[in-house]
């Protein structure tokens, strides 16, 4: 018994975060965006060093650096001026190196940059489960009511703006609530695994679907099981947790992926 | 009917990046017309028809759209990522018409009622064209706006398609506005054919072409029952960058259309 109180907290913001990457991790998969969701999660040093250089919540800072990210390059794919992954790659790498140099100029504070690549999920504590909760509510109410435009935006910009969709607000839309998942997500798996939590779980539940629906509601649910796969595998044998997860999450897209084959 | 035109553009000019797209364009589409943008690669007829639809809106001069203008658009193309799930039935009830009869009906009129079912990526050209129209339709439209409908369509698919829309024409009795991938054919019933090269070159109605020996010995006489080449003299000829070359002015105008003045613009 007492295990599970140790790991409920993870276990809850864990599934929480599977659970909402499922739609959302659809929508990069869909829309090939999953560059842009590495991009917003290199970003998230810079928030973390932010917020301890302005002594606020970390997921905070993180927060206003990703949403930041993403308004600069909802811009910039509207200019067009250059193409989308060299602005991805320029926007990536340079917050991270602001990042790293700021990092290392804080005597004070050591940011711990190992939580940060892989994340740190049996360390959270039930302020971290309010932010999470928080969060995927805000992302789930979002997600409801945005679905059909956002699903008809991306299938066919052409023919929702003629329909009256407001196709540019919509597709800010999409690129802030991936802003937020990215700030939660750093948490369970960290920066460097966090794009895979969007789409490994979408990948897998492809040949399962066949309506966007059904894929979303099956990756929420691959995305569930990989966690706790994942979370327990941590627990016996001593693994780190968000790789654990994150390879879960990679032996289930093997399996849906062999289950068809055969 | 209404007298009031469903658009009208008055001097209607766009610029992109300090790139005249279009300019001077004056157009008016009444109920129940059928316009015909043809033009060659380049000219802006797409640009012109988003213009047209409120999409861009115009650098100087007005478009003007009539409340009662319900548009039911159909692009040029439409590429679905195989990532993506997707059956007809699904697609269609993208468009906002979740009316399950309404789909149903859509897709019998444009004879895709088997495709129902059917995942979008595995479409033929053709097949994904009438799933397009039907999702136009559920919009329930009195302007149909169509993007070069016969692209990547053969000559028979090409012919049964404007058979199609002529059919739709008559039987809800939209109006239709749309560009043609091929500089001599126009949809037939077509009422005014607009030629554009970022300028309207010149408009007029097509003249009927059914009666030529040469086309019947080409096309068939069946085929001339749906479609028309549009003939017309160019009052002036074009350089290879598009602008007009001076000194060309052809002296035999023909009454099936009027040329534009270049000395306004």
Known sequence: MEIIELILPSLIVGLMLAAICGPLGSFVVWGRMSYFGDTLAHSALLGMTLGVIFQIHPVIGVLAITIAVALVLSVSQQQRKLANDAMLGIIAHGT?????????????????????????????????????????????????????????????????????????????????????????????????????????????ARRLAQTPEQMALMASIIGVLAVIA????????????????????????????????? | MTTTPLIQATDASLEHNKQVLLTGINLTLLDGEIITVIGPNGAGKTTLLKLLIGEHKPTSGEITQAKHCRIGYMPQRLHIDNSLPLTVQRFLTMSGNKNQDAIEQALVEVGASHLQRSAIQTLSGGELQRVLLARALLREPNLLVLDEPAQGVDLHGQRELYQLLSKIKDKRGCAILMVSHDLSFVMAGTDQVICLNRHVCCS???????????????????????????????????????????????QDQTNSHKGCDHGNH
């Open chain 1, 96 to 204: 991270l190196a602001a990042g790293l140099v700021i990092a290392s100029q804080l005597d004070t504070v050591r940011i711990d940059l190992m939580a940060f690549l892989f994340g740190d999920l049996l360390s959270v504590n039930y302020q971290d489960v309010l932010w999470v909760a928080a969060i995927c509510i805000i992302l789930g109410i979002a997600l409801k009511l945005l679905w059909n435009n956002l699903l008809s935006t991306l299938v066919s910009s052409e023919i929702a703006q003629a329909e009256g969709i407001p196709i540019h607000k919509i597709r800010l839309a999409l690129l802030i609530m991936l802003a937020l998942l990215v700030a939660i997500g750093m948490k369970v798996v960290g920066a460097l695994l966090i794009t895979a939590m969007m789409i490994i779980p979408a990948a897998s």
């Open chain 1, 230 to 262: 994942g979370l327990l595998s941590s627990f016996i044998w001593d693994t780190p947790t968000g790789p654990s997860i994150v390879l879960c999450a990679c032996l289930l897209f093997t399996a849906t992926h062999l289950k068809q084959s055969t």
């Open chain 2, 204 to 250: 007029g109605t097509p003249e009927s072409v059914s009666q030529h020996p040469e086309y019947l010995a080409l096309f068939g006489s069946e085929l001339g029952k749906d479609i028309a080449i549009y003939t017309h003299h160019h009052d002036h000829q074009h350089r290879l960058d598009g602008g007009i070359a001076v000194g060309n002015k052809s």
